[in-house]
């Protein structure tokens, strides 16, 4: 499977991007999907995850009821809309798969992850 992450960009805060990930692969709908950030000098951390059959999502206590996690499986596409954005959403972006099909919170569990898509927000 391959990742391809893209909508990033040059934000202002209180903004509202939407990030695509667009898979290759017959068998995206069975997997679990994510996305996780990386801010310079921190680690990678969760954001937000849905499970194969989108009925079980997951988000990061810090973009809960902001940000919203989406996928088209006839477009083999994971989205992640973002609202209100904050100066500390600023940070590199990143889609994963796993073939569990879960929304795991851990990116440990993920088999697969896209380039990164550059998220700056500015005041």
């Known amino acids: 499977v391959q990742l391809q992450a893209s909508g990033g960009g040059l934000v202002q805060a209180g903004g509202s991007p939407r990030l695509s990930c667009a898979a290759s692969g017959r068998t995206f709908s069975g997997y679990g999907l994510g996305w996780f950030r990386q801010a310079p000098g921190k680690e990678r951390e969760f954001v937000a995850a849905?499970?194969?059959?989108?009925?079980?999502?997951a988000y990061a206590d810090s973009v809960k009821g902001r940000f919203t996690i989406s996928r088209d499986n006839a477009k083999n596409t994971v989205y992640l809309q973002m609202n209100s954005l904050k100066l500390e959403d600023a940070a590199v972006y990143y889609c994963?798969?796993?073939?569990?099909?879960?929304?795991?919170?851990?990116?440990?569990?993920?088999?697969?992850w896209g380039q990164g898509t550059q998220v700056t927000v500015s005041s």
């Open positions: 849905v499970s194969y059959t989108g009925g079980v999502i």
């Open positions: 994963a798969a796993n073939t569990y099909g879960r929304a795991y919170r851990d990116p440990q569990q993920y088999d697969y």
